[in-house]
């Protein structure tokens, strides 16, 4: 009998909603937010800076964040993003990365390299002016499609 009586609940609630309330819902769901930030790495931050996660973007424990740097302008005039971690090289041939941790409110974005790497010895076109735009996708939406998270206009298509 109970089982009789959750049918006809779940019956009832579908019909209640409108083909347009259900369109709705799954495309405010699957929204994907984002916001741009261009910062600067120096010694005095520690080759580091955390940015607030602005308050107008929902961001829920599930939520998956993500993060690519503008790494220049391609022949058609358009923007060339890659996602971090990013492992870059200097023109001797050292490594280091661009590399991030996000909590709920903050996202921080860090160079890295290995202690014996100064990172002060990075040119100023690697240390200054880097820009990112951070990325919050529903996690549900994530797993339940074919997007290919290090391909950013793949991403970009389904954030508003």
Known sequence: ???ILSFI???FLFNSC???EIIDVQNNFFAGQSFQRTVNF???????TGLEIPLNIELLDTDMVLVYRLVGIDNDGFNVWRPLPEIAYTENGDEFQYNFDHNFDFVDLYLY???SFDLGSLSELDRLDQTFRIVILPV????SSDIDLN??????EFVQ
């Open 140 to 143: 549900d939406f994530v797993n």
């Open 113 to 115: 390299a290995p202690p």
């Open 42 to 48: 120096t010694s005095s931050n520690g080759y580091f």
């Open 18 to 20: 409108t083909t347009e």
């Open 9 to 11: 609940f779940a019956i």
């Open 151 to 156: 391909d950013y206009d793949s991403v970009m």
């Open 1 to 3: 009998m109970k089982r």
